[in-house]
């Protein structure tokens, strides 16, 4: 095990399935825009140590996303990600100030709605959608990937409002939850979580990501903008819907 450079909570077939699902949720979410990371967390949250999958996911993101940021670097809108980026330091050091553990049910439940509403529902004033919304947006939606790890569906519902071109849709995805994963794992870093341990998990589970990106990449050139937006909103729905069907199972209605 040592010689792996493995965790005790791993053993080396159980890393290497994680591995291999690194390189396919990786690759959904650059041909798709969204949904690896959710994929991740469900399958990791089976496994790992409770205290481990919200950190541990958060830093394998973080170099999943950064990867995907610097393969399509040129079709970022860096506007938005300007008016994104203040709401993440600050929805961080709201977040490691507090470090509280919201009602599950609360929360998956709000995601799951606004989501739906995102994908579905009349499309959002332009208020919301200038720099001071979006600012809003990374404020919560940072505060909440500290305790809940599973916020990447909203932001990229989000964005999707802003974006119509896949390119440019999945891009300013990439580089926003880039910011958002680098905070989250300043703050447990900062708040004591041993990362040292994982670190050589960490970074093959972020080379595999970057395969996966790759190869989703050249699924994404060969669908078109309208293709694109139906695949992406069919897959948000089936995320929001399972967040409401564990909220529903954390409330005890079934």
Request: aromatic fraction near 10%.
């Amino acid at each position: 095990m040592e010689l792996l450079y493995l965790p005790d909570a791993l053993s080396p077939a159980l890393a290497g399935l994680l591995l291999a699902t690194s390189v396919l949720t990786s690759m959904i979410t650059a041909a798709l825009g969204a949904g690896g990371g959710a994929l991740l967390l469900a399958l990791m949250a089976l496994w790992l140590p409770p205290a481990a999958i919200i950190p541990v996911h958060g830093l394998i993101q973080l170099g999943s996303n950064a990867g995907r940021a610097g393969l399509t670097w040129r079709h970022i809108d860096w506007k938005v990600i300007a008016a994104f980026l203040p709401g993440v330091v600050l929805g961080g050091l709201t977040g490691g100030l507090l470090l509280v553990h919201l009602p599950a049910a609360i929360w998956q439940m709000t995601i799951a709605l606004f989501i739906l509403y995102l994908c579905w529902g009349p499309a959002l004033p332009k208020a919301i959608l200038s720099p001071m919304g979006t600012f809003l947006a990374a404020l919560a939606t940072t505060f909440l990937t500290l305790f809940v790890g599973a916020t990447g569906p909203l932001v990229a519902a989000f964005v999707k409002q802003i974006h119509t071109d896949r390119f440019r849709t999945v891009a300013t995805f990439a580089c926003a939850m880039t910011l958002q994963h680098s905070v989250k794992g300043l703050v447990f870093g900062l708040a004591g979580f041993a990362l040292h341990e994982w670190l050589p998990f960490i970074a093959g589970m972020i080379a595999c990501g970057f395969l996966g990106t790759w190869l989703g990449l050249r699924v994404l050139s060969r669908l078109s903008n309208l293709h694109f937006r139906q695949f992406f909103n069919i897959l948000l729905t089936l995320l929001a819907l399972r967040l409401l069907w564990q909220a529903a199972r954390t409330a005890g209605w079934f």
